[in-house]
């Protein structure tokens, strides 16, 4: 048989791509909760978005599902074979005022080589998900012999609750094998697992020189907190001076409001995404750090002293004694993201752990409640996180028939990669992502100005039709 030139097959449906690429681009398909309806349970946008791709694939000749609103599939290939799955998503994150363009008007800036899809989604993920749907297309159109039936799966909200999956998995079967066109190449077969632990904090009886009045820090479970502000009533003015020795030291900025012996002192650190809590500043765990220094009341100190003994500039679970290293997934990470304290109230941290495979979340609930046990602390797995670390090994033939298509068109080492999680890969039993982010690109998924190269687009698309062709011919 002759080589197929998956390029020149790409290339000649280029404009036809692009053009429908631009129809779900100028779909504002981000979660819209205060429009949701039994219809839209996502908001209109999303399932928009989602009925714009199953349009497409009705109109070339793919059988189709829509599953309420929330997800869908299109297959190719006799029913009765076995499915390879290929997962993306038609939601996207929310937009802002620090956009060029509008971000639902698609507009290619550049020429040749330099040229780039400005749009919210082009990357992430209805760029990439494009680049797969035309290559199923061309598999498609070529008539090639298959011995696997390829379902593409799309959700409505892969960027927050993966309702839309989960949904999907009531009504359908997951395939086992396949792959999410929703990250990076070379490829991801990596994802550690991803929990909230609980710690909640005693009331204790004592008063001390000071009272923590309330501590508060944190806006979601996966980000390291920003911000954090804390309420202290007591010989405050005392404490203005050392707060702002204390910011200039650690490069930190902050301000504190005194009203008579009540001091709010607000802590700007550096919030980042929970994967790589070394890239941040907990803006919780600092304020936490400094307060430590001074005599509280009984439940604040113990709070206060927890937090920085054991949450601050640790990002691996040492004091804890849950650090673990697994050689190719990385280590445990932990950082401390959602603070809420108040003396009559609720007391707790909640940290973000992620862990490799090696170590259970049973013996990182019990290790840390030994720890913690002689402040009166209680730590507990919260429900509704990733339990289990999701790892294809290097040798696993698809992760060698996908890295070695990576290498044939980029000329560049496919190396296995894992990160702190979390993409659609993990889905399937046999899953990875793979693309469509080159790793010499800078990511701009989730900012604004997002944009995605044309010709990573093209490339992208050759990638899958190649690989996904290998997997079930
Ligand atoms: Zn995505």
Redesign the pocket.
């Known amino acids: 048989m002759t080589q197929i030139d998956w390029e020149k097959e790409v290339d000649a449906r280029k404009d036809d791509l692009l053009a429908d690429l631009f129809e779900l681009l100028k779909i504002n398909s981000v979660k819209d909760m205060a429009h949701a309806t039994e219809e839209f349970p996502m908001g209109p946008g999303p399932a928009k978005a989602l009925q714009k791709f199953l349009e497409l694939a009705e109109r070339d000749g793919f059988r189709t599902k829509n599953l309420d609103n929330l997800a869908g599939h299109f297959e190719y290939g006799d029913e009765d074979l076995e499915a390879f799955g290929l997962l993306g998503?038609m939601d996207t994150v929310p937009v802002d005022d620090n956009w060029v363009t509008n971000p639902f008007v698609p507009v290619i800036k550049g020429e040749g080589a330099e040229a780039k899809l400005y749009a919210r989604g082009a990357s992430?993920?209805k760029g990439p998900s494009m680049a797969a749907y035309y290559a199923v297309k061309i598999i498609k159109e070529l008539g090639l012999p298959i011995s696997k039936k390829i379902r593409f799966i799309v959700g409505t909200d892969?960027?927050s609750g993966w309702a839309c999956m989960n949904h999907y998995m009531e009504h359908e079967e997951m395939p086992k094998y396949g792959f999410s066109p929703?990250?990076e190449f070379p490829i991801i077969n990596g994802e550690k697992a991803i929990i909230g632990v609980k710690t909640t904090f005693p009331t204790l009886d004592g008063e001390g020189e000071y009272k923590l009045e309330s501590f508060k820090a944190g806006m979601a479970l996966n980000m390291v907190p920003a911000a954090a502000t804390a309420v202290v009533t007591g010989d405050v003015a005392a404490l203005e001076a050392p707060f702002n020795d204390f910011l200039s030291k650690n490069e930190l900025k902050g301000s504190v409001k005194i009203e008579g012996d009540k001091g709010t002192f607000a802590l700007e650190g550096v919030g980042v995404h929970a994967m790589d809590p070394t890239l941040g500043k907990n803006a919780g765990t600092f304020l936490a750090a400094f307060l430590n220094n001074y005599k509280f009341d009984a439940s604040g100190a113990n709070y206060l002293k927890v937090t920085a003994d054991y949450y601050h500039l640790d990002h691996d679970g040492g004091p804890l004694g849950i650090s673990y290293v697994h050689p190719v997934m990385g280590n445990v990470t932990t950082p401390a993201n959602l603070f809420e304290y108040s003396p009559e109230g609720e007391k707790y941290v909640t940290l973000n752990v992620r862990y490799p495979d090696g170590i259970t979340y049973q013996e990182i609930e019990s290790k840390m409640n030994e720890t913690l046990n002689p402040f009166g602390v209680k730590a507990e797995v919260e429900e509704g996180g990733h339990l289990e670390p999701h790892y294809l090994p290097g040798d696993d033939p698809m992760v060698r028939t996908l890295l070695d298509v990576y290498e044939q068109y980029t000329g560049e080492k496919g190396e296995e990669v894992s990160i702190g999680g979390g993409?659609?890969g993990r889905i399937l039993e046999h899953g990875v992502a793979y693309g469509a982010l080159f790793p010499w690109r800078e990511s701009t998924?989730h900012q604004p100005n997002e944009y995605m190269y044309v010709d990573d687009i093209l490339k992208s698309a050759a990638i899958y039709a190649d690989a996904i062709y290998r997997l079930i011919k």
């Open positions: 998503h992430d993920d892969e960027e929703d990250a993409t659609y998924m």
